[in-house]
């Protein structure tokens, strides 16, 4: 039982939850750029590039030849997929950049709370203070 009582204590534990929270979104948050890079940026660079997709650049590793889809030439046999590579690298990249400029912006928002504060100095500790110094004089 002293195991168990013991992980239950560490699962419980608010940075475990939290870990497992940012995970779970972290995961979420990655599908999104995945779908922003396949579906949006990638056919425009393709487009660009003459209507290619980049997921299909490849070379093969053995006597196949480069007019089968990454899929079919996986299928072949073994093949160097260059493109499926850079299309990853992109959403790294990408996701880099805006966990970034969150972290960016939220730091920007910690260092303009105000400072609390000081508060006024009671109305005795003025006039005990101007007596002082009249008595120093």
């Known amino acids: ?42 056919p425009v660079a393709g487009k660009i590039t003459g209507g290619l997709d980049f997921t299909n650049y490849y070379l093969p590793l053995n006597n196949q030849g480069t007019h089968l889809t990454l899929v079919e030439a996986k299928k072949a046999g073994a093949v160097f997929a260059y493109g499926n590579f850079l299309t990853i690298l992109l959403n790294f990249l990408i996701l880099a950049f805006i966990i970034f400029q969150m972290v960016r912006l939220l730091n920007k928002a910690k260092r303009k709370d105000p400072e609390p504060a000081a508060a006024p100095t009671p109305e005795e500790i003025v006039l005990l203070r101007e007596i002082r110094d009249s008595l120093r004089k």
């Open 1 to 42: 039982m002293g195991v168990l009582q013991e992980f239950k204590a560490f699962a419980i534990k608010g940075n475990v939850i939290d870990l497992a929270i940012g995970v779970i979104i972290g995961t979420a948050f990655a599908r999104i750029v995945d779908s922003l890079v396949q579906d949006i940026i990638m």
